[in-house]
Antibody, heavy 124, light 106 residues
């Protein structure tokens, strides 16, 4: 059973870069079966998909965030990471990492399991 | 951009059937997944590919999708089912989540 754990600073100043890491256990991140994703949830609000990455480094991002987001994968550490540039208060959220099953032929994907989430507050 | 619309809240009595809808343009042509989120917890997949259930999810949870509406049905609803429920779909460009429905069991 795959397990995921987010880590990183809980407080980021406006205009700076938010950096988070997700550590995967129970399965190699280089598995051909999965993609790896970040999703966020502002306090009291709904879920917003940020993007996902494959073990070979190929990525797909939410068009609304694409200009400020980058993801990377480190197969030697079984980790993948998220960076969000030029953050504002609107980026304050619980950030989740999750395993993604992607079926490109059927045009479907689903997220399972999810990490426990990490609250990141953007404030000076 | 593709949007998914859910009712903000649904109420049901224990033992009754809860129906949560998710609407989007030609949604029946896409696949839909559903997630349950209890307070302070991360989301949990309850239905994928419209009607498939992970093995850990009881068969009281079922899904369907046709036309412009996908539906999550919870039969014999229990107080433990009280949670926020989110639908999700993908159009090969972006992943979209619905706004969420708060299910109250009382």
């Amino acid at each position: 059973q795959v397990q995921l754990q987010e880590s990183g600073p809980g407080l980021v100043k406006p205009s700076q870069t938010l950096s988070l890491t997700c550590t995967v256990s129970g399965d190699p991140i280089s598995s051909v079966d999965y993609h790896w994703s970040w999703i966020r949830q502002p306090p009291g609000k709904g879920l917003e998909w940020i993007g996902y990455i494959y073990f070979n480094g190929s990525t797909k991002y939410n068009p609304s965030l694409k200009s400020r987001v980058s993801m990377s994968v480190d197969t030697s550490k079984n980790q993948f990471s998220l960076k969000v540039n030029s953050v504002t208060g609107a980026d304050t959220a619980v950030y989740y990492c999750a395993t993604v099953y992607v079926d490109i032929v059927a045009t479907t994907n689903w997220f399972d399991p999810w990490g426990q989430g990490i609250l990141v507050t953007v404030s000076s | 951009s593709f949007e998914l619309t859910q009712p903000p809240s649904v109420s049901v009595s224990p033992g009754q059937t809860a129906i949560i809808t998710c609407s989007g343009d030609k949604l029946g042509d896409k696949y839909v997944s559903w997630y349950q989120q209890k307070p302070g917890q991360s989301p949990l997949l309850v239905v994928y590919q419209d009607l498939q259930r992970p093995s850990r999810i009881p068969d009281r949870f079922s899904g369907s999708n046709s036309g412009n509406t996908a539906t999550l049905t919870i039969s014999e609803t229990q107080t433990a089912d009280e949670a926020d429920y989110y639908c999700q779909s993908w159009d090969s460009t972006t992943v979209t989540f619905g706004g969420g429905t708060k299910l109250t069991v009382l």
